[in-house]
């Protein structure tokens, strides 16, 4: 079926997303913090990971891609940029719209749709966005632009990093993580992984991506979540559950770090990564 | 300030709890099930684990002993026995009573408060029943009934336990347990467990209770919950998260299984101990 392009530019309203502490510590379990990052997992001096961001936009992001005919068990998710605002409350309610800003026409890699998540706090104030990109690669050929080349971030040659983490994840990490709202056959089914041909279910790339800004909060942030201003990746490489991830990153100034995360074989499974720290 | 005595054999009002397969996963997770277990953490085929059956009691225990003038946090879990009369439900809600069917004077070591929860679904069908019991160290001479001696459930001595299951808690089992409803800081606050004369926070003994359920689930029910007609435990050591817990039982005739679970340095954390099973 052919996507709905008039969907693009047309915002939906904003979506309800409440949460308590507990979600908010679910959702750290499931990228990895632990009772060594206790203000993180436990309710006294509670605070929110960035990236819990990802989870209100979860809602909207389907309804825009859905109304776009966008086949979003297939999709495949390229790129997540979180920009963060403000620190996360602690729980509440949280208001996101959704909009479609984009479709590129890659032809036969498929159609690359941009999507872009605003979050707002009960009273309005702003609270973060989310930029997703996914491929639906059944989707291309429609006759549009090919949209804009964008160069990979890559960390500087030869260089060492300026930080480097290693996190082991734990054999149900996918497990634990999909409590946090994605229910994606792919990350628990066997049979389902194997059909998309993984040899077992694999990880969430949010999942990974969420260990990668602990990373960098541990790092370069002081454990400070209002610290990180912004992070972003591409989803380059299958992680499965009990992998071991490797995150390096690389000052580039003005608190800028290149970063990559790769698995203890060497694969990149997060590149063209940036944060941006205050 | 001294036990309410009156609140003895007043049952409260039905309590509801509602729940869905998150929490059944959570819960799942939480005593240490994984995806080698599917079918208890993945919601396509969901199975309910029989030590669930704690969870739903935990409101109305807390309302009667707190009626009582039980120094909850104060108190020590000492036994709990989970009777269980039918499959539990993968959602829906729960209706639990409780009473307090005795509390014995055991003068310096204190009074025991026995509690009894009885648990129905929605069409008023009994599900399951929680016999507890907790010390109140501070509560004792009151001149009460020192209640019955009761006798310790000891293995066969010598004899070769008729199965053997070893589980490694994870280092973060506690923080993923507690989201499960028991909220007491002794499991997750550092200044709180020394206070207590911990030398950090301590596993919830039901949560052990869950591991050893699973133990006999997998060795003795073929993995059927409804297979499981009882469980019952005395706590009698600390479990620090990352212990590993090793579970042994002994078949006695007539589906009745003594087992004992204790931590890798050999200390005993379950004693007096009986499954029965059909």
Known sequence: MALNLDLIGQKTEPIPFTYDADRVILYALGV?????????????????????????????????????????????????????????????????????KAIYDKRDKGAFINVLT????????????????????????????????????????????DFHVQYATWSNQHALYRLSGDKNPLHIDPEFARIGGMDRPILH??????????????SVCG???????????????????????????????QGRYVFQTKTQDGRIVLGSSLAEVA
């Open 205 to 218: 790339g949010l999942c990974t991506l969420g260990f990668a800004a602990r990373a960098i909060l541990h």
């Open 118 to 161: 605003e979050s707002k706090d009960e009273n309005g104030h702003p609270l973060f966005e989310n930029h997703v990109a996914v491929v639906d690669r059944s989707a291309g050929n429609f006759g549009g632009d090919r949209g804009p080349k964008v160069e990979a971030i890559n960390p500087p040659e030869g260089a060492r990093p």
């Open 32 to 100: 990895g913090a632990g009772v060594e990052e206790l203000d993180f997992v436990y309710e006294k001096n509670l605070k929110v990971l960035p990236t819990f961001a990802a989870i209100p936009a979860s809602l909207p992001f389907l309804k825009v891609t859905k109304g776009a005919r966008v086949n979003v068990p297939k999709a495949l998710h390229m790129e997540q940029k979180i920009v963060l605002f403000d620190r996360i409350p602690t729980s509440g309610t949280i208001f996101t719209t959704g909009v479609i």
């Open 223 to 253: 454990n400070e979540p209002t610290r990180l201003k912004s992070i972003s990746a591409r989803f380059t490489g299958v992680v499965y559950p009990g992998d071991i991830l490797v995150i390096e990153g690389w000052s580039s100034g």
